[in-house]
């Protein structure tokens, strides 16, 4: 039995995040309002909604790059609001994102270990210098990233510039850096954004591999498809308010949801 079929599992997992009241105004535009939720430890959780509904800015308060005006975040019962992006990499949070954020110039491998850093000791002069210390790490960093290129297929691509590649295989560049220092938590930003329906079914089977690994993962996505077949759990936004939240089946019968978001009855 899945999670998503299993209410029990639901109930006696342990949060592994927070989301406390959290608001954010843009001028008069009240962007998120007084949004709570929690994210379960192993689950795969979806954050839905149409265009406007507050998802990329609730994303990205998460992940650091935007303060929230009131409210909170914890990740571990650690305080992340208002922190840096970097500082809650450090405590396992990584993210990916909708418009990809890579290098072209870069080979594939080279993108990837740059995902790698936050787990290096050695200092940017013993990297100039090309210390011993700073050639062991580039060595282990390598053989602890080879294993992700090559369960993505992508390893025989390690060397090629990533601004050559299809963007299906860029996609896939971007999740291997995100995975690249073995993050506790993925939040994920429309992960199946220009993908092609076979793309999109391989990354399915993908994000679940991820969440059978031990990892937790929040996503925004449009692809409802993807959403209801690999989602534990769903939040569903609206205006910047919390409409709806439970357990794909629940969703698919809320009528808020389906009038607000679905489209009524013609939905």
């Not at 800015?57 to 790059?65: D, E, L, P």
């Not at 971007?174 to 220092?181: I, K, M, Q, V």
């Not at 938590?185 to 199946?192: G, H, Q, Y």
Request: glycine letters at 8%; aromatic letters at 6%; one cysteine or more.
């Amino acid at each position: 039995m899945s999670q998503t079929e299993s209410p029990d599992i639901l109930v006696s997992s342990p949060s592994i995040m927070k989301i406390d009241k959290i608001d954010k105004f843009f001028g008069g535009l009240h962007a998120v309002n007084q949004v709570s939720f929690d994210v379960k430890k192993g689950f795969i959780k979806a954050v839905i909604g149409p265009n406007g509904a507050g998802k990329t800015t609730m994303f990205n308060m998460i992940a650091g790059s935007c303060l929230p005006t009131d409210g909170r975040v914890l990740f571990n019962n650690k305080e992340l609001t208002g922190k840096k992006p970097y500082r809650i990499a450090e405590q396992g949070l990584l993210r990916t994102f909708q418009n990809l954020k890579l290098c072209s110039h870069l080979s594939v491998l080279d993108n990837v270990l740059l995902g790698y850093h936050t787990r290096c000791k050695a200092g940017l002069i013993a990297g100039m210098i090309s210390s011993k210390r700073s050639r062991s790490e580039e060595k282990e960093a390598v053989e602890k990233v080879m294993p992700i290129l090559e369960w993505l297929n992508m390893a025989d691509k390690r060397f090629s510039e990533v601004g050559n590649l299809s963007f299906g295989e860029q996609r896939a560049v971007e999740l291997a850096r995100a995975l690249a220092p073995d993050p506790e938590m993925l939040l994920l930003d429309e992960p199946a954004a220009g993908l092609n329906m076979h793309e999109t079914a391989d990354l399915a089977g993908r994000i679940q591999e991820i969440r059978d690994q031990g990892r937790t993962i929040l996503l925004v996505e449009h692809d409802m498809d993807l959403v209801m077949e690999i989602s534990d759990e769903i939040v569903v936004l609206n205006f910047g308010k919390k409409i709806a939240e439970g357990v794909p089946s629940e969703i698919q019968k809320n009528e808020d949801v389906i009038r607000i978001y679905l489209g009524g009855d013609d939905a």
